[in-house]
Structure formats: C-alpha cells, structure tokens
C-alpha cells in the first residue's frame, strides 16, 4: 500500500439539480432512504408463526437545508404547487468533496415541492440568510 490512505468523502457540500442545471447549494440533506413495508398474514392452522411478505417501498421526503441560491426556480416551483400546478421533475442531489468535485448523486424521480422556510432575518446579526426545502417525491430514479 502506497502513500497516505484516503480520507473519507466529507457530507459537507451538496448541490441540487433540476433537469441537470445548478439550482442551488445546500450543507446538510436527509431522508436519503427507502423502506420496504413488511406485510404479515395468518395461514390458517398455524398459530405459531406469521407469513411475512414484502409490500410497497416508501419513501420520506427529502429535506435540504441550510441552502442558498441567487436563483428564484425554486420558490417559483413552490409558488405554482401552492396554486395548484403540480409539475413534478426529475432531480438530482450531488455530493460534492473538498475540492468541489462530484463524489456520490442520488436522483429522484417525481418530486415536487411540499414545505418551504425562508431564511431567519435580524439587522443586527451577521448570520448567512439560509432557506430549507422539503420535496416529496417517488422514489430513486435509476
């Protein structure tokens, strides 16, 4: 084994694509699962165990936080959902490493906008402005 073992990709930098443009940059993401619904029927005569089948495979939202865009796509997006105009798209969440290369994409498949938070505002801090943003959607796209 030579040189300096590699370090491990650090979950620091994320970046959402829609339609495989840039929309915005977010720190910390989460609902990256699926489970599978476990399903349990009686055979008839069999008292001491249950058939356990797989079911549906559900899936959370998934959560963005801590982002920042100069984009308006996004909360354009959430404003036509709220109106009633559901266009759900193909989106991809990358992580990126230290250097801003892509390390890992997930994409999603049917999402749509469901929550909403605009940044905290106060004069007197000196704080980042940072928005999160809630997305349902219908699973891993391959």
């Given at each position: 084994?030579?040189?300096?073992?590699?370090?491990?990709?650090?979950?620091?930098?994320?970046?959402?694509?829609?339609?495989?443009?840039?929309?915005?940059?977010?720190?910390?993401?989460?609902?990256?699962?699926?489970?599978?619904?476990?399903?349990?029927?009686?055979?008839?005569?069999?008292?001491?165990?249950?058939?356990?089948?797989?079911?549906?495979?559900?899936?959370?939202?998934?959560?963005?936080?801590?982002?920042?865009?100069?984009?308006?796509?996004?909360?354009?997006?959430?404003?036509?959902?709220?109106?009633?105009?559901?266009?759900?798209?193909?989106?991809?969440?990358?992580?990126?490493?230290?250097?801003?290369?892509?390390?890992?994409?997930?994409?999603?498949?049917r999402a749509y906008p469901v929550k909403w938070n605009g940044p905290g505002l106060k004069a007197t801090s000196s704080e980042v402005a940072?928005?999160?943003l809630e997305l349902a959607h219908e699973g891993f796209a391959p």
């Open positions: 084994m030579s040189g300096r073992p590699k370090d491990p990709v650090l979950a620091f930098n994320f970046r959402l694509e829609i339609k495989g443009v840039f929309e915005a940059g977010f720190s910390e993401v989460s609902g990256l699962q699926a489970e599978i619904e476990v399903q349990e029927f009686r055979e008839g005569g069999v008292n001491d165990s249950m058939l356990k089948f797989a079911g549906p495979v559900k899936f959370p939202s998934l959560v963005l936080k801590n982002g920042i865009t100069d984009s308006t796509t996004l909360w354009a997006w959430y404003q036509d959902v709220m109106r009633g105009k559901f266009e759900r798209k193909q989106l991809d969440v990358v992580l990126l490493d230290e250097a801003g290369e892509e390390k890992r994409r997930w994409k999603f498949k940072l928005e999160s």
